[in-house]
Nanobody, 128 residues
Framework: QVRLVESGGGLVQAGDSLRLSCTIA????????VGWFRRAPGKERDFVAA????????HYAYAVEGRFTISRDSARNTVYLQMNRSEPEETAVYYC?????????????????????WGQGTQVTVSS
């Protein structure tokens, strides 16, 4: 059974940096996508970033490109989301997710329906 556990959330001030972690357990495969999504209060879930684990290909939402970086540590089976120059509007619960299908183009990485497993989420609060 695949399990995803997010950590690293917290309270930061606008402009600060924060690094979220998503530790993956229950699989020995390295052929999957890992995505980060977020849900702000009263809003729908939005795509943030995704990584093709084996290929190393990444994809970002327009709103975070250039500020956020998704990366992986194979030894720790962990995917990171480095958030720089954070903004109050980015206050949300951040979720990581895993998808077995990797044959879609990068422009499909943001589709939540693609993902098979989800973590419980970690709260990020950015104060102004």
């Amino acid at each position: 059974q695949v399990r995803l556990v997010e950590s690293g959330g917290g309270l930061v001030q606008a402009g600060d940096s924060l690094r979220l972690s998503c530790t993956i357990a229950g699989t020995t495969s390295n052929n999957y996508l890992v995505g980060w999504f977020r849900r702000a209060p009263g809003k729908e879930r939005d795509f943030v970033a995704a990584l093709n684990w084996s290929a190393g290909v990444t994809h970002y939402a327009y709103a975070v490109e250039g500020r956020f970086t998704i990366s992986r540590d194979s030894a720790r089976n962990t995917v990171y989301l480095q958030m720089n120059r954070s903004e109050p509007e980015e206050t949300a619960v951040y979720y990581c997710a895993l998808a077995w299908r990797t044959d879609y183009g990068v422009n499909s990485y943001g589709a939540a329906s693609l993902y098979d497993y989800w973590g419980q989420g970690t709260q990020v609060t950015v104060s102004s």
